[in-house]
Each structure stands twice: as C-alpha cells, then as structure tokens.
C-alpha cells in the first residue's frame, strides 16, 4: 500500500473532527489518497495545520525533550505544572511507582511553598500553570486535583478502543496478534482497532482506595500541608494558564477544574485537543525516514457532554 493510501486509512479512522473543520479534513484525506506523487514533507506540512485535531506526523527518530528542571515549580503565587509525568534525573531504573512519587514529592512540596506564600501576603488567588505541559500519567492527574475536590464526583467520560481496553483477554489477544506480527494481516486485529467499549463515566472520590496505594496521607508534607492550610485549599480561588501545547493529562486536567467551577481560565489560546491517548502507526518514507501518526485510541468527554479531542479547552 502506498504511503498516501496508507495514511488517508489512517486519518478516515479518526473519530472526532470539529465541527468547523470537518468538510476540510475530509478533503485533505481524499487530496492525500489521490495524490499518488505527494510527497513526505508536503502531507507533513498539510498535516500541521490540523496539530489541535490529533491529526499530525512526528518524526519517530526524534527524542522527547527532557526536562531541565522540576516537574512542579512554586514561583510566588504560582503554582507551575511543567509535566504529568516526572522521570527522576539521573537513574536507570525508572519504574512507574517511581516516577509517580517523584511527581507527588514536587507537587505537594510546590503547592505548600504556594500556599504559604498565600498566606503571608494574605492572597486568596491561585494561577496554577500549564503552559507547555504535554500531559503524562493519569496517576499524577489524579494527585493534583486530590487537594482540591470535595467527596464524589463524576469528571469525564471515557471509552476505549477495544485493541487498548484494560480488559485483559482482548489487551492479551491484540498483544499477541502484534508481536507475532500478524496484526497487519488480521481483520481480527484490524476489527479491535476500530470498536469500541462501552462509554463509562469516571469518578473522583475523595475517600477512594487509590489515595492509600498513592500513599498521600502519609506523606509528611502533605500533613504539614493540612494542617496549616486543610479548609483554605479547599475553598481557593484558582486561574488557569493554557496555551497550544497544553494537551493530554493537562487539558483534561484543566477541563475537570473548570467543569467543577473549581477554576477560570485566564488564557485565550486554545489547548491542543489531544487527550485520547494515542497509538502510534510507524510510516516509511521513501528516503527510509521514519514518521509516526498518532491515532487516539480513547475517546473523552468533558462532563458537561462535549468532546475534548480535536476540540480542546
């Protein structure tokens, strides 16, 4: 299959296209599947004008950028969340019970330096940060909305592409059909990438078993944190700052606060809309380049019914 075929079959799977934009990303597919001589870096330079719709390519040779600093930063009243997802420096092992401490460990330790800050110059106005955050684990969403929500809540609707579902005997199925190479040559495969679960409702519950295996009420700052400031923090005033690489984790995190009527949002640029955790479909160009395309594989839903992906905050 040719490179533009195989991309057009990509970018006709997609599930959520704007409104506005719709009848132009139709015809950007049908100009990519005709266009048989189109070349690599002209679909790319098309592609890019649809980055708020998940609909781009990224050139899979290229690294992520690491951090140069702490994940969570406390800058005055400021709280800045650079990342979801906090690799600690300097360390080999980089286990997922690691890297969500090491998250917990900068926030908590940021939002008293914030508060505190409150406090002595008798502020009752939060910016909370996420310029540039990509996103990252669901986890550390989790942690930095525990200190401001009450009891139990829903905050999103979600459902899953059956290839990725969290169901075991379907994830074990698409698993094997890929290692073993067959997944290209499976309608079985081909089917679970396109069905979808059923759409479920996500809740936060402030008195949920998750808070005891994050391990954040024994967590010493964290008490130093309540007992200085434990019914403030609960009622503060929080602004958001957002800009186009806000995505993921972040903007669905963004969302929930603004959603609950927990926050405003102080910038005007809209967030990338790209929340569906997305799978990546590995394309060759003919100089032997690699690019990837990425495909969400969950769809999610504001509460208040509207879709983040393609859409954004």
């Given at each position: 299959?040719?490179?533009?075929k ?73 709280l800045?969340?650079?990342s979801?997802w906090?690799?600690?420096?300097n ?7 690691e ?33 540039g955050?990509?996103?990252g ?5 989790m942690?930095?909305?525990y ?29 094997f ?37 994050f391990k ?6 964290w ?23 806000t ?25 990338k ?9 590995t394309?060759r160009?003919?100089?032997?380049k ?12 504001r509460?208040r ?9």
């Amino acid at each position: 299959m040719s490179l533009n075929k195989q991309i057009a079959n990509l970018l006709s799977r997609y599930y959520a296209y704007p409104e506005d934009r719709k009848r132009e990303t139709l015809d950007l597919i049908s100009q990519i599947r005709n266009k048989g001589n189109l070349k690599i870096e002209e679909v790319e330079n098309e592609l890019a004008q649809f980055n708020n719709k998940h609909l781009y390519l990224v050139n899979s040779n290229e690294e992520s950028p690491s951090l140069n600093h702490p994940c969570v930063q406390a800058v005055l009243n400021r709280l800045v969340i650079h990342s979801f997802w906090c690799v600690p420096k300097n360390k080999e092992q980089k286990g997922r019970s690691e890297i969500r401490e090491n998250f917990k460990y900068h926030f908590i330790t940021s939002l008293l330096r914030v508060m505190s800050y409150l406090d002595q110059h008798n502020m009752k106005e939060m910016i909370i940060d996420l310029k540039g955050n990509g996103g990252g684990g669901d986890d550390e969403m989790m942690i930095a909305l525990y200190p401001f929500l009450k009891g139990r809540v829903a905050i999103y609707d979600y459902q899953f592409k059956w290839a990725s579902t969290p169901h075991y005997p379907i994830k074990a199925i698409s698993k094997f059909l890929t290692q073993s190479g067959l997944s290209e040559f499976s309608f079985f495969h081909s089917l679970l990438n396109q069905s979808w679960d059923q759409r479920r409702t996500f809740y936060f519950d402030e008195n949920d078993e998750m808070w005891n295996k994050f391990k954040i009420t024994d967590d010493l700052q964290w008490k130093k944190l309540q007992e200085r400031f434990g019914k403030k923090i609960k009622e503060i005033e929080i602004k958001l700052e957002v800009d186009s690489s806000t995505g993921s984790a972040s903007e669905l995190y963004a969302s929930i606060l603004v959603d609950l009527k927990r926050a405003e949002v102080l910038s005007f640029k809209r967030t990338k809309g790209s929340v569906g955790a997305p799978s990546f479909h590995t394309i060759r160009s003919r100089e032997g380049k690699n690019y990837q395309l990425a495909i969400p594989s969950v769809r999610v839903w504001r509460i208040r019914g509207d879709t983040l992906e393609g859409r954004g905050l």
